[in-house]
């Protein structure tokens, strides 16, 4: 689990800072909060997620009551990461609100960088179902 390549992600500001697995895959959004922004989504386990720095306030909306909770700079209004339930719980209409299991994270493709510092190109994207 230590051993694969992780990545940089970073605000436009720099006030936001993250690392999280390199990934193959990434998603779009077509909620409300994404048409602004175009952000890309690549996901990984919670707790394969670290926070380097906050140093600006991380801003969470909503676009529906079973849609993931996205997060932005407050300070830069870049698209950081959003927060989701798990995709089967929501199916099934057992995910509430603020009671999410299984919690996935997702994190902005487009402002991620790779150990060498070359910007993270994704090759395939799909959009998540709503
Ligand atoms: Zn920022
Ligand atoms: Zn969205």
Request: glycine letters at 6%; a negative charge; aromatic letters at 6%.
């Amino acid at each position: 689990m230590c051993n694969h390549a992780r990545v940089t992600g970073r605000c436009e500001c720099g006030a936001i800072e993250w690392t999280a697995p390199m990934t193959d895959a990434s998603a779009a959004c077509d909620c409300h909060i994404c048409a602004e922004t175009s952000p890309e989504w690549a996901s990984c386990e919670t707790n394969d997620f670290d926070i380097v720095k906050v140093s600006a306030p991380v801003v969470g909306h909503q676009a529906g009551p079973f849609s993931p909770r996205h997060y932005h700079c407050g300070s830069c209004n870049s698209p950081v990461w959003t927060w989701t339930a798990d995709t089967k719980r929501r199916r099934e209409g057992l995910a509430g609100m603020s009671d999410y299991e299984n919690p996935i994270l997702n994190w902005n493709v487009r402002l991620a960088t790779d150990e060498e510092g070359a910007p993270v190109r994704r090759a395939s994207t799909e959009t998540i179902a709503a």
